[in-house]
């Protein structure tokens, strides 16, 4: 029941929806006449609302703290056992479609791992992804990534599929109980770098130890506190992201599914990790 009633709370407190929503409602009340005053505060406040969400710097304030929690990963020569790739960055429904690999904004993911598989040809890859749709039987990302492997350049002796998680709290669980890391192992976790933080803590408890490798950034660092939007569109679009996860930080933490309510970097796995130029250069 989790995943469908998150799918439903979601629809309706996205910024975007919500505010969407509440001019409609608005505008209805305008309408009947009885509440015409009400109508106008909430309609007016809500399309304010739009305008400062959608050019305003909002969106990149509230995606920075989650963006910067988790610094560019920075090869210390330490062995890397393996990589684990969480899905979210492909799009199921157009590649089985249109027969092709089709990505969204995530699409650094899949990057990221075709670009490791060969930084590190030893190392293990796990990608996992499974439907995000409410009706089964839908294919699943890891199928997708299998089926393009070969042409994406992945070895896919080497894959290792999970195909039945919906969520970040399963990403962690089925690979873990899939790849059953040991200790000592160092395992790379790649995914976007505003879901780090919520993608960590679900794999600390799942007990399973990862190095974060951010990606698929959305800001450009503090700098952008103050960089206005071109199109509404582009910062209503970030902050309907950066809220959901947000929401789903807190989320995890009352459900037991993360054991802190903002996971940070481990003091031990600090010097592995590291804001530097270098970092970003090597990757």
Partial sequence: MFFP?????????????ALILAVVAGMLLIAVGRWRRFG?????????GLLVAGFSPLALWVALPLED???AFVDDGTPVTGIVVLGGGVETRLSAARDQFVV????ER????IDLSRRYPDARLAFTGGSAALRPGEVSEAEIVGRTADGLG??????????RSRNTRENAAFTADLVKPKPGERWLLVTSAWHMPRAVGCFRAAGFTVAAYPVDYRTAGPRDAVRFNSFASDGL??????????????????AGYTDAWMPAPQASSVPAESTSAAGSASR
């Fill in 5 to 17: 009633f998150s799918k439903l709370i979601f629809f309706v407190i996205t910024p975007s929806n």
């Fill in 40 to 48: 106008r505060v909430l309609a007016g406040a809500a399309g304010l």
């Fill in 69 to 71: 929690r988790f610094p």
């Fill in 104 to 107: 969204n904004d995530a699409g």
């Fill in 110 to 113: 899949q990057l990221a791992l």
């Fill in 154 to 163: 992945l070895p896919r002796t080497r894959l290792i599929l999970e195909n």
């Fill in 237 to 254: 679009a970030l902050l309907d992201v950066v809220v959901k996860e947000w929401i789903g930080l807190v989320v995890y933490r009352l």
